[in-house]
């Protein structure tokens, strides 16, 4: 059964910085992506990055390019997300995935969720 452990996420002003972090086990996930989605209140859930198993390829949305990044150890069946440059408008529960990343996403397991909050 595969399983995804976040860590990270937080409290931080506008601005300032965070870092998640996403590992898998109890599974093979040679096809996959890893990577990131958010749901701020009252919106729908959306795409933030994912990143091929290994590591080859990655995808950032729009709303969140030039200030996130997506990378991953393999080694570890783990990915990051670090967060730089942060706005009040990033404030939202973010939930690892591991999964296809297309358009609908194709999602094997979620994480448990992590909340990231931005004050102005």
């Known amino acids: 059964q595969v399983q995804l452990v976040e860590s990270g996420g937080g409290l931080v002003q506008a601005g300032g910085s965070l870092t998640l972090s996403c590992t898998a086990s109890g599974g093979t996930f040679s096809t996959d992506a890893m990577g990131w989605f958010r749901q701020a209140p009252g919106k729908e859930r959306e795409i933030v990055a994912a990143i091929t198993w290994r590591g080859s390829s990655t995808r950032i949305a729009n709303s969140v390019l030039g200030r996130f990044t997506i990378s991953k150890e393999n080694a570890e069946d783990t990915a990051y997300l670090q967060m730089t440059n942060l706005k009040p408008e990033d404030t939202a529960v973010y939930y690892c995935?591991?999964?296809?990343?297309?358009?609908?996403?194709?999602?094997?397991?979620w994480g448990q969720g992590t909340q990231v909050t931005v004050s102005s």
């Open positions: 995935a591991v999964g296809v990343f297309s358009s609908p996403p194709q999602i094997r397991a």
